[in-house]
């Protein structure tokens, strides 16, 4: 069974860091890109960022580029997202994401983990 | 920019058919595959049609997709509604290396 379980989320001030990861299981990780995709709070889907199955290609959307870092170790079936700069916008929930083995849209999900920007 | 536009909201009784659209404010939606997602109210969101019209296995042949290249836009047909289907739908393609989700569509089964 596929399993995406994201950890690392919580309360952090504004232009601080947090580091959120995601625990795959039931899959060889290396053969699918991944996502991180965000909710804010009843607002809709918005993706965050994409790495290829190796990690050497990498995107942003353009609220986090130059903030955020997408990063996976395929060894140790993780992927990760390192957030600085941190602003209260960036308030959601992120979702882990395992991307089609036909290299289009997702076809699992994680329950998702809650990053609250607030002084 | 291009972005993916979908009604807030539509609504229609149990047993009836509902089409939510999703339509491209330039360019043409059919240069990249649309995917379509359903979100239970609490719950992450899951797959239901991939690559315009192709439904994972598990998920009810009530579920179609299509593409419309004359109207620049994909649709989501559910068909024999059911009150479970009640959530928040939303359609899903590219822009060069970006990721883009429509805004969602909340259906409401009464």
């Known amino acids: 069974e596929v399993q995406l379980v994201e950890s690392g989320g919580g309360l952090v001030k504004p232009g601080g860091s947090l580091r959120l990861s995601c625990a795959a299981s039931g899959f060889t990780l290396i053969r699918h890109s991944m996502n991180w995709v965000r909710q804010a709070p009843g607002k809709g889907l918005e993706w965050v960022s994409s790495i290829s199955t190796t990690g050497i290609y990498t995107h942003y959307g353009d609220s986090v580029k130059g903030r955020f870092t997408i990063s996976r170790d395929n060894s140790k079936n993780s992927l990760f997202l390192q957030m600085d700069s941190l602003r209260a916008e960036d308030t959601a929930v992120y979702y882990c994401a395992r991307v089609w083995d036909s290299g289009y849209g997702i076809d699992y999900w994680g329950q998702g983990t809650l990053v609250t920007v607030s002084s | 920019n291009f972005m993916l536009i979908q009604p807030h909201s539509v609504s229609e009784s149990p047993g009836k058919t509902v089409t939510i659209s999703c339509t491209g404010n330039s360019g043409s939606i059919a240069s990249n595959y649309v995917q379509w997602y359903q979100q239970r109210p609490g719950s992450a969101p899951t797959a239901l049609i991939y690559?315009?019209?192709?439904?994972p296995s598990g998920v009810p042949d009530r579920f179609s997709g299509s593409i419309d290249s004359s109207s620049n836009s994909a649709s989501l047909t559910i068909s024999g509604l059911k009150t479970e289907d009640e959530a928040d739908y939303y359609c899903?393609?590219?822009?060069?290396?970006?990721?883009?989700f429509g805004g969602g569509t909340k259906l409401t089964v009464l």
């Open positions: 899903q393609s590219y822009d060069l290396n970006n990721v883009l």
């Open positions: 690559k315009n019209d192709q439904r």
